[in-house]
């Protein structure tokens, strides 16, 4: 019964806009897990606008959102009571020390500098390793590492693979660090119903990739809109390639699983979100009919709400804007992409939107049957 289902709300929340990087966490690792242990979905914006705090939504019961709430707050603390953190007054970047071992500061300047200047130049911030000062020869020296939060998180997880190395292993031409910090990058677009596949249960598949392909992989922020996310490949070309193979091979896997057979080989990837899914496309997609007067509800203010459909059902919800001349003017046409599970779940959410329940909708079908809508007299679908 409707009764006794939980009250899902959305609440707007602000952040300070210096932290995002570490609530985000190394590959969305962070805010995965505060989504996960209290039940709450997370939307962070893209900016501040240049200001102190950015804005961010959180979806759930008001339970589940005052958990995420204590879970933020507690890393926002941690952050800023951390080590060697604090402001430089420089539009919220960070500043951030950490001791390096006596006897790998050479490893992690490199010959001439070389290591170091890479690293600076991959993670896009600012290292400074402190020589002088009243520490006696020999002991640990602190390198000051300054930029974006975010970025200045990844910099010290790159500086940490230097020093996990073996001393053996910098001194060999094609296991030198430097180059394979000099390596490129590769943008792979994976669909949203993959992500978690490619990430595994606590990360251990995005780590099984990273360490047999000898690359670091990291996904890039969420805009909880585009029916894909993007994972940011780092490392030497041929390895990157290798690590795309291994990608593509666990989407591949996943779309399978939901029924998609081998639609993926008709897809690429070339580097820079070259991507192409075939015509058209492994994902099913359907129209889903709604009162025009309730439009407004599933977009929400400044499209909000639509973006928490997407987040939270991992289709692409988005409104036609050239719908049929047959269409109903009193009605509005939404297009909704996706696996069948992702698209029920949607129209679902779109549902609660709108004050409607379907007690007796057929089941989905993989040929993206999704049953009659309560607005029209057919089936609300179709099948490209």
Known sequence: PQDQEPLMITEDYKVPDRMVGFIIGRGGEQITRIQLESGCKIQIAADSGGLMERPCSLT?????????????????????????????????????EMLIPASKVGLVIGRG?????????RAGVKMMMIQDGPMPTGADKPLRISGDPYKVQAARELVLEVIREKDGDFRAGRNDFSARLGGANL?????????????????????????????RIQFKADDGIS?????????????????????????????????????????????RSDWTMGSPGPLQEVTYTIPADKCGLVIGKGGETIKSINQQSGAHVELQRNPPPSTDPNTRVFTIRGTAQQMDLARQLIDDK????????????HNGGFGFSPFTQGPATHQK
Not at 77 to 88: A, E, I, L, T, W
Not at 113 to 121: A, F, M, N, P, R
Not at 230 to 235: C, D, P, Q, R
Request: charged share 25%.
């Open 187 to 215: 943008d792979v677009p994976v669909p949203r119903f993959a992500v978690g596949i490619v990430i595994g249960r606590n990360g251990e598949m995005i780590k099984k990739i990273q360490n047999d392909a000898g690359v």
């Open 354 to 365: 709108i004050g409607v329940r379907e007690t007796n909708a057929p089941p989905y079908s």
């Open 60 to 96: 759930g019961t008001p339970e589940s959102i005052e958990q995420a709430k204590r879970l933020l707050v507690q890393i926002v603390d941690r952050c800023r009571n951390g080590p060697g953190f604090h402001s430089d007054g420089e539009g919220g970047a960070s500043v951030q």
């Open 113 to 121: 500098g070389d290591t170091i200047k890479q690293l600076q130049e």
């Open 227 to 271: 029916p894909e996310r993007v994972a940011m490949v780092m490392g030497q070309p041929d390895r990157c390639q290798h690590a795309v193979h291994l990608i593509n091979e666990l989407i591949q896997t996943a779309q399978e699983r939901d029924g998609f057979g081998s639609a993926l080989r008709s897809g690429r990837v070339r580097g």
